[in-house]
């Protein structure tokens, strides 16, 4: 069985592990959902993913990983190389550290922000197969979340290359996803955040970054 990613290409979570297949260089399937029309939701898609939710990956096994850590431990572990958890303890303490700050502080704030605040998720403001209702309030938290985030990754940023251990990581991919998914609450690096611009403008030579 060949692996199989459920995707959609507009949204930043299965960006993450179209990223990291790509860093690997894992040949897999890609099976496109719509998230814009609901099909997420559909009869069709909750048979293969009750949760509603992408990425979803198939693996080679025929188990079902419907969240980007399961999915970053089975390629960490199918595909050690190149690694993207770390190799040492220390770095992958390190690492492990700010991937969890950057999914709460960065990803979830964004989140936060758009699903609490968008017309167009009125009754969604949580992924997955049950309707939750918007809070305002929670959109104006994100908003300064956000922007919060922002400043703390341009002070880390600050003479480094990379977010964590001094090397590529899974921190990295997920630091990019959230600060481009970040163009949607219309919060994107500007002349505050110099060591994040340069940063950002490195992470795009890479090819991965583009998909």
């Excluded at 993913?49 to 990956?57: E, G, I, K, S």
């Excluded at 040492?88 to 960065?106: L, V, Y």
């Excluded at 002070?155 to 949607?184: K, M, N, P, W």
């Amino acid at each position: 069985m060949k692996l199989t990613l459920y995707d959609c290409s507009t949204a930043p979570s299965p960006r993450r592990a179209r990223i990291l297949l790509a860093e690997k260089g894992v040949a897999h399937d890609t099976v496109q959902v719509d998230l814009r029309s609901g099909e997420q939701l559909g009869d069709a898609y909750r048979a293969i993913n009750p949760q509603c939710t992408v990425p979803a990956l198939q693996t080679e096994e025929g188990l079902l990983l419907t969240d980007n850590a399961a999915i970053t431990a089975y390629l960490e572990a199918r595909y050690p190389q190149p690694p993207v958890l770390g190799i040492t303890p220390a770095d992958k303490a390190e690492i492990a550290s700010w991937q969890w700050r950057i999914e709460f502080e960065g990803l979830l704030a964004v989140a936060e922000a758009l699903r609490n605040g968008s017309p167009a998720m009125a009754s969604r403001a949580l992924p997955g197969p049950v309707d939750y209702a918007q809070i305002p309030e929670l959109a104006q938290r994100g908003l300064a979340r956000v922007q919060q985030f922002f400043l703390l990754l341009n002070d880390h940023l600050a003479g480094r290359d990379f977010i964590a251990a001094g090397q590529f990581s899974i921190a990295d991919i997920t630091a990019v996803v959230a600060v481009d998914f970040a163009r949607v609450v219309k919060v994107k690096p500007g002349d505050a955040h110099p060591h994040l611009q340069r940063w950002r403008a490195v992470m795009a030579l890479r090819p991965s970054m583009a998909l």
